[in-house]
């Protein structure tokens, strides 16, 4: 019976790290939409990828000028729910993976989004369900999943016993390639590897 083939979208932050370690996918992709931090996401998921023996692979599409907030080194828009929402993001990214994923004969494709992430209308159970139904209907019939919605941070790493390696290379920072420290990313990035008491 042949195996079902997986990609993950990795963006070399401690959830997508902690999924691509947990699932194993035989293909990752990382996606450069223009965002600030694209070099050091790419840098991290490549050597990420070379640690598992995992294929990587880079997607290329220049959105900044749609972008708002930090992740887009813009004005934060008036809808904005945090500073650095960027509108449809995650539709973005899951179609521009969906586009390489049928080059690739992918079946599934996997994401990484978590319990304090539901603030966002794309960081919702009810969000992956739209989307998944939306793209197993075209050609091709990905199927999206996103099997961390329950989950903290911290629970994922504890979960999926990913290495603390792994983890202390993860890039969150949404303004700066060299972590800034005090962005909501980084903040974030504290707050698990102080609770995984990685101090």
Same mark, same amino acid.
């Given at each position: 019976?042949?195996?079902?083939?997986?990609?993950?979208?990795?963006?070399?932050?401690?959830?997508?790290?902690?999924l691509?370690?947990?699932?194993?996918?035989?293909?990752? +992709?990382?996606?450069?939409?223009?965002? %600030?931090? &694209?070099?050091?996401?790419?840098?991290?998921? =490549?050597?990420?990828?070379?640690? !598992?023996?995992?294929?990587?692979?880079?997607?290329?599409?220049?959105?900044?000028?749609?972008?708002?907030?930090?992740?887009?080194?813009?004005?934060?828009?008036?809808?904005?729910?945090?500073?650095?929402?960027?509108? +449809?993001?995650?539709?973005?990214?899951? %179609?521009? &993976?969906?586009?390489?994923?049928?080059?690739? =004969?992918?079946?599934?494709?996997? !994401?990484?989004?978590?319990?304090?992430?539901?603030?966002?209308?794309?960081?919702?159970?009810?969000?992956y369900?739209?989307?998944?139904?939306?793209?197993?209907?075209?050609?091709?019939?990905?199927?999206?999943?996103?099997?961390?919605?329950?989950?903290?941070?911290?629970?994922?790493?504890?979960?999926?016993?990913?290495?603390?390696?792994?983890?202390?290379?993860a890039?969150?920072?949404?303004?700066?390639?060299?972590?800034?420290?005090?962005?909501?990313?980084?903040?974030?990035?504290?707050?698990?590897?102080?609770?995984?008491?990685?101090?």
């Amino acid at each position: 019976m042949e195996s079902i083939k997986k990609a993950v979208l990795l963006s070399g932050g401690i959830d997508s790290i902690c999924l691509t370690y947990g699932i194993k996918p035989q293909i990752a +992709y990382t996606i450069d939409y223009g965002q %600030t931090v &694209a070099e050091r996401e790419i840098y991290v998921s =490549e050597f990420i990828c070379k640690e !598992l023996g995992i294929q990587h692979k880079c997607i290329k599409v220049d959105c900044r000028n749609l972008g708002t907030g930090t992740l887009a080194n813009s004005k934060e828009h008036k809808l904005s729910p945090s500073v650095e929402w960027w509108p +449809y993001r995650n539709q973005l990214l899951i %179609t521009l &993976a969906c586009m390489q994923g049928i080059k690739d =004969e992918v079946q599934e494709i996997y !994401l990484a989004s978590v319990k304090s992430d539901c603030f966002h209308k794309d960081g919702t159970q009810e969000f992956y369900n739209f989307i998944n139904t939306l793209v197993e209907y075209q050609e091709g019939k990905i199927k999206i999943f996103c099997p961390t919605l329950e989950f903290y941070s911290h629970e994922l790493a504890s979960i999926y016993d990913v290495p603390i390696e792994l983890l202390t290379i993860a890039h969150s920072c949404h303004i700066s390639n060299i972590a800034c420290g005090r962005c909501s990313g980084c903040t974030k990035q504290l707050k698990v590897r102080h609770e995984l008491k990685m101090e």
